[in-house]
């Protein structure tokens, strides 16, 4: 049965690293004291050993050890034998490139589908959409596919943002840039924001978390969905 | 001689389309009354139709014909006999998509090294750089490379934002996502704020405008230029 949590972001303000999500983490990884952790994305370019050591430092109240998954010979075994997952969030475009070197898509997926519990956080959350494609992040490297795990039937927007009335600036609004890509893709888009989260146990899927969620269909006006909806709708 | 105008913005807050840069396109367009829009980057998913409009009644206080790059039979011939060239904003990854899918990224390229006056803005001075990896565009669509026209020495990030120090929310500001670019990526990076252009020509490139510009070297503290510097050290 999928076991899933999907954030918007690792740290909500004033917070610190996952401490809002503390509780969810416990039940979502009970079954296991070991976690290995998808460090790919590398946040402000920062190694894979600095950042699993941040993940450490989170999951240490709660007594759960974190394994890197760059320190593993083979990583295919390693998320095929691991007992729980947690890809970081970063850069989106760095996190796919790395997944596909390694030819570890399919078996993410494969794992996951096959009942492995399983944290994202922001690109660690975008990833389990059907693409890429609705990331806020800049393309710093070129990956092979926008495609991605397709773990849930819509796209997600991470860290998403309600436009500022008040801005002179004349960069597009987020809605502006999900509009844009309906313009060319079909698939739907759930703008999550910050503190919120979706949980997916086995064929349901809700969002919870403080805030609603704005969700995008093709030729639909946006609509805002509250917390606590079952988001099986969306497709 | 080369002869371009790279805009960071073809609107400025409380302006209309071009206004602020009118008189500076006037010098540029001189030599010609007609003037060949590229209308790929689609803001707002508008049609290349309506896109052409817009650029076009911009482009009516001082006489010139607007002619969109979607009108002509042959794009390619359309570019190579093109007496002046404007690339209008949008999203990045659409117009990269459709100069590969025309065949018009080489083409572009020289005409504009050739000597066809170019004027960008956002987007259309995005695919000036190397490559368009400092976009703050979403990847709505797999484009065939990330590589662009290489028309000045340098990476451009278009309506660059200083962080706001007030904010909470937790996504990566702009000069993250760019020191982020650069641990994967040597080419520097000029951070073009919203008023602000650079003006090529022939072999010289002065930043113009109301604004200093923040460039981005890997391995230096990002510096800040001063408008009317030549920006031809930047490498």
Redesign the interface.
Known sequence: MKSIILAS??????GTYLSYLMKQLEKLFSSTNEIVFIPYA????MSHEQYTQIAQDAFDPIKKRIVGLHTFNDPIDAIKNAQGIFTGG??T??LVSQLYKYDLMHILRDAVLGGTPYLGTSAGSNICGIT???????????PP??KTLGLVPFNINP?Y?DPDPNS?????TRE??????????SIPVVGLR?GSWIRVKGDSTFLRGPHSARVFEQGKEPEEVPSGSLLNEIK
């Open positions: 972001t690792s740290t909500t303000h004033g590398r946040p402000n370019g970063g850069n475009f760095l890429m494609g609705t990331t806020n992040d800049m393309p710093i490297v070129y596919s926008f860290h943002l002179k600036h004349m960069g597009e502006t840039r999900i509009k844009e890509y309906q313009t060319q893709n910050e």
